[in-house]
């Protein structure tokens, strides 16, 4: 991500600014010891560079632009243990930003920007009550008590749409992501075995994801067998795989920040019972059903209701519920959300589909008393012209997935 990417994005930023407001980006701080360096996605949008502990400034104060961008003073004496910081004059190169200051001075240009601004648009998240600030709403804790008629504001509602609408690059950081899971995912089918844990087949992705360079999840991953996939959110990837079990991998590599969000289930003994076919074979007619509907001008809230219809038709003919109205007992959540550097990314739960979005599309039905849960997950780009499925080519047909398993189990 360099200059040429990131200059149009802040130009674009500036020009969703009213007079008097300010822009203040933080990177995500380093936690030293504890993990690996992962920046903050508004952060990495609009500057491109992987450094910590820094702050992207940009204001309209008296219809004028300031802007810069703040970084860590490097110590000579600790080079030797946490090697060089970023130089101003290779932040300069990499960003294309004129200003670069060091992050010791930033209360003070802050300070003489305050008595002008009437809101400061930051990267605070939703704060909540009882729990620890997070490190933007700490750094801006002092502005709140000396310049309390200063509205703080989450950049999240100002970068909403700007953010939804996937550049040509960024669809193709998205695919690395997508075609990286999709790996892991034919590695797994390749390698499971009954008997193995859940964390097992974790480790099999995680290898691939290493392999490749990349390190870090676009989310906790779900590897879930038998029961446990009847648990939408379910983390503890520590069962064992039992003989009869579906296995349920929810999963999805980062890449350049780029998440991909992919759902598949396949029988760990090779072959899916009849009752476990059937149940799959509702959940995929839903799926290709929702996906061919997906185009400009069309609403998440219509793909929701129109997988609510669905749904309460398949769920009548598998047996499970005798009125329309029972349908939640077995499909508890909505058919989709927006996917980028977020996982669940900027778009709204009821926004109108443009060219550019890139959503998810994921029925599922839960039957805890049969120890089944089946959903499927699929990465579509609107187009102008209507759609393309990013992961089509990440194995989901009945017939497909029992071939790879038999083969691997001889």
């Known amino acids: ?54 702050v992207y400034c940009l204001g309209k104060l008296q219809n004028r632009q300031i802007e810069h961008l703040f970084i860590q003073r490097g110590i000579p004496e600790r080079e030797v243990w946490d090697g060089k910081k970023l130089s101003a004059e290779e932040a300069k190169s990499s960003t294309g930003m004129e200003s670069v200051k060091y992050l010791d001075e930033f209360y003070t240009y802050l300070n003489s920007y305050c008595p002008g601004t009437e809101k400061i648009w930051s990267n605070i998240g939703n704060p909540q009550i009882g729990k620890p600030l997070n490190y933007p709403s700490f750094m801006l804790k002092p502005l709140r008590k000396i310049f309390p008629a200063i509205t703080i504001e989450s950049i999240n509602n100002l970068v909403r749409g700007m953010r939804s609408i996937k550049s040509e690059w960024e669809i193709n950081q998205m695919q690395k992501a997508i075609n990286l899971t999709g790996d892991g995912f034919l590695d797994v089918l390749h390698q ?70 992919i759902t598949r289930c396949f029988p760990v003994n090779g072959r899916f019972t009849a009752r476990q076919k059937a149940v799959y074979d509702e959940v995929l007619g839903i799926q290709k059903a929702i996906i061919d509907t997906v185009k400009p001008g069309v609403s998440l809230t ?109």
């Open 1 to 54: 991500m360099n200059a040429d990417i990131t200059r149009p994005r802040r130009l674009a930023l500036f020009n969703a600014l009213e007079n008097n407001q300010i822009i203040l980006i933080f990177a995500n701080s380093e936690q030293e010891g504890i993990e690996k360096f992962h920046q903050d996605n508004h952060f990495l949008y609009f500057t491109g560079i992987m450094v910590p502990d820094a």
């Open 302 to 410: 219509f793909l929701n209701e129109r997988t609510n219809e669905l749904m309460q038709e398949a769920l009548i003919r598998l047996g499970l519920i005798q009125t329309k109205e029972e349908f939640r007992r077995y499909y508890m959540h909505s058919i989709s959300h927006h996917l980028g550097m977020d996982t669940h990314d900027l778009g709204a739960r009821d926004s109108i589909l443009e060219s550019g979005n890139v959503i998810t599309v994921e029925p599922g039905i839960y039957i805890p008393e049969e120890k089944l849960g089946i959903r499927i997950e699929d990465d579509i780009l609107v187009t102008e012209d209507g759609h393309v499925n990013l992961s089509s080519h990440i194995p989901k047909e009945i017939a497909e997935l029992e071939a790879i398993r038999q083969e691997a189990l001889k």
């Open 192 to 261: 499971a075995k009954t008997g193995m844990m859940e964390y097992e087949l974790e480790a099999i992705l995680y290898y691939r994801m290493q392999r490749n360079g990349v390190q870090k999840w676009g989310f906790a991953p779900i590897i879930a067998a038998g029961i446990n996939a009847t648990t939408l959110h379910y983390k503890q990837n520590n069962s064992c795989i039992a003989e009869n079990d579906i296995v349920l991998m929810d999963i999805g590599a980062s890449y350049l920040n780029y998440s991909a969000d």
